[in-house]
Nanobody
Framework: QVQLVESGGGLVQAGGSLRLSCAAS????????MGWFRQAPGKEREFVTA????????RYADAVKGRFTISRDNTKNTVYLQMNSLKPEDTAVYYC?????????????????WGQGTQVTVSS
């Protein structure tokens, strides 16, 4: 059992940066692979990035590779998404998600817990 709460979304100009945070409740945060997904208007929810339990391995969708960085601080039960060089195409609701097990899945169906989402809007 884990509850997730995202924060840090907002409005930013193209080329700017935002840092999202996802705070997790519970005592077993380090047992979960953490991921970020996003959903733009009229589109399916898509994988953005994931990080393994220790924070030593990550994976990224091609669309964000080189611009976004996922990290976690298990002492704070928090996962972060640093977003740089933002583009209007990055506009979406961003969701934090957690899954048990070890595989950094790109499939949203493999994730067990979800945050409420935070809106990121990138203006042109």
């Amino acid at each position: 059992q884990v509850q997730l709460v995202e924060s840090g979304g907002g409005l930013v100009q193209a080329g700017g940066s935002l840092r999202l945070s996802c705070a997790a409740s519970g005592r077993t945060f380090s047992n979960y692979v953490m991921g970020w997904f996003r959903q733009a208007p009229g589109k399916e929810r898509e994988f953005v990035t994931a990080i393994n339990r220790s924070g030593g391995s990550t994976r990224y969708a091609d669309a964000v590779k080189g611009r976004f960085t996922i990290s976690r601080d298990n002492t704070k039960n928090t996962v972060y998404l640093q977003m740089n060089s933002l583009k209007p195409e990055d506009t979406a609701v961003y969701y934090c998600a957690a899954r048990s097990g070890t595989y950094m899945s790109q499939d949203l169906r493999d994730y067990d817990y979800w945050g409420q989402g935070t809106q990121v809007t990138v203006s042109s």
